[in-house]
């Protein structure tokens, strides 16, 4: 994908370079990680829409876009043919802490290429990646490898940029890579970042800017919630687990077990399920108020806890959901009536999707035999009425986890690109 998007952009004339890793993608055609490019600021400002047709011409979906900073931001495009992701870091200056390196034409005026492809000219690539690896303390001897290389390369330049960025410690870094003194960056690197915080200046236009930026984010948030439902022996927990490890474009992951609470250990949870229709249910006015009861905490844990993490691009995983009462409601010991728990639905927080995972019933019976195959029988058409493949979707659990991974992600990258 990752070529057929620089040649989109040559035959556009859109002017662009690679910041780093270049050698990586061209010799190993790696895109696993993310692609850092820099644009004009005139084609940053409509890099969505560009993008956008790139991706209308090759049938892919722009399904995440993180506006991380004012001229950064990472998107993901997403192959529904083969499942892949493509993760672009996109900036519109090089710049780091708010600190800018150099203007547009200094940069654009000297770029240099690897393989046909724009790069930055060496000095510029140095002074921008060494102080990405100080600010984030991760400077390795690879890293410092490669560094080396591009200081020696471009000595007299890189020295005029370290004496600009790192006023009172340019003489200790130009010492350390000419005498190959890895040590002596890694022992000080907190010295050193302190000493390039010190040329930020306040820029208030910036700061207002960035500031609506954030607003933007804690309106609409770039986080994305999924519930799974099924019964017993369906195979939630190992799909959960699939997609907890599976590459998606999220910053972090959460996981909930039933509400919107978190809880120190699932070894509760844990008992319930080992009989889930073990207690008789409650009496009426019991099981109205434990409704009651239900609708507070997921009104609550919804604000406290996934809000916030909505906002910090996380996926949140629930296993089980309240609509779970609707179709088993002995695991939740609810003696009322179905229409009053259906009544309290309309005021619980709903995640974007819900994953009913079932299939044939003698196939979950001979998984797990939690409750009667008749019970069994009567949750399984229970649950899949819920199915209206716009938010609830139903997945077929008889094939191997993988499978079901791939199907899972594509219904939420897809419901995801409706965003955009």
């Known amino acids: 994908m990752i070529f057929q998007f620089f040649n989109f952009l040559k035959n556009n004339h859109v002017d662009y370079c690679l910041i780093n890793g270049y050698k990586e993608i061209v010799s190993n055609n790696n895109t696993d990680s993310d692609i850092d490019i820099l ?10 829409e560009i993008i956008k047709q790139f991706c209308q011409m090759n049938s892919l979906q722009m399904v995440q876009v993180l506006h991380h900073d004012l001229w950064a931001k990472n998107i993901f495009l997403y192959n529904l043919e083969n499942g892949e992701f ?23 005026d000297t770029l240099e290429t690897y393989e046909n492809i724009p790069i930055l000219s060496g000095e510029k690539e140095f002074i921008n990646y060494l102080v990405k690896k100080i600010d984030k303390s991760d400077l390795s001897k690879e890293n410092f490898e490669h560094l080396r290389s591009l200081y020696l390369k471009n000595e007299n330049e890189c020295k005029k940029v370290l004496k600009q960025f790192f006023p009172k410690t ?9 005498d190959d003194q890895y040590d002596d960056i890694v022992n000080n690197i907190s010295e050193l970042a302190n000493d390039f915080y010190s040329v930020k200046t306040l820029d208030i236009n910036r700061w207002f800017l960035n500031k609506l ?36 474009p999220f910053r972090r992951k959460d996981y909930f077990h039933l509400k919107p609470i978190k809880i120190k250990s699932s070894s509760a949870y844990n008992e319930m399920v080992e009989d889930p229709h073990k207690y008789p249910p409650y009496s009426k006015l019991k099981s109205y108020v434990k409704l009651l009861y239900f609708i507070y905490q997921y009104n609550m844990g919804w604000v406290k806890n996934i809000v916030p993490l909505k906002i910090k691009s996380s996926l949140v ?17 609810y003696g009322g009536s179905l229409a009053m728990a259906k009544l309290a639905r309309v005021f619980i927080p709903k995640p974007d999707i819900y994953f009913i995972l079932t299939t044939d019933p003698k196939v979950i019976y ?11 029988e009567r949750q399984v058409e229970a649950y899949n009425a819920l199915a209206d493949g716009k938010r609830y979707f139903q997945i077929d659990v008889d094939r191997s986890p993988e499978e079901i991974t791939r199907e899972i992600v594509t219904i939420m990258m897809e419901k995801m690109h409706e965003r955009y």
């Open 86 to 108: 493509l993760n672009l870091d996109l900036y519109g200056e090089l710049s780091r802490k708010e600190v800018v390196f150099f203007d547009e034409k200094e940069i654009f």
């Open 39 to 48: 644009f004009k600021q005139k084609d940053f400002l409509k890099i969505e």
């Open 366 to 376: 001979e998984r797990k035999q939690e409750v009667l195959f008749e019970e069994l």
């Open 170 to 178: 340019h003489k200790r870094i130009e010492q350390a890579f000419s």
């Open 213 to 248: 930026r954030t607003i933007k984010r804690i309106v609409s948030p770039t986080g994305f919630t999924v519930s799974f439902l099924g019964p017993d022996g369906s195979g939630k927990s190992t799909v959960i687990n699939e997609l907890l490890v599976t590459r998606l």
């Open 317 to 333: 995983i629930f296993d089980r959901y309240f609509d779970d009462l609707l179709v088993d409601s002995r695991r939740y010991r």
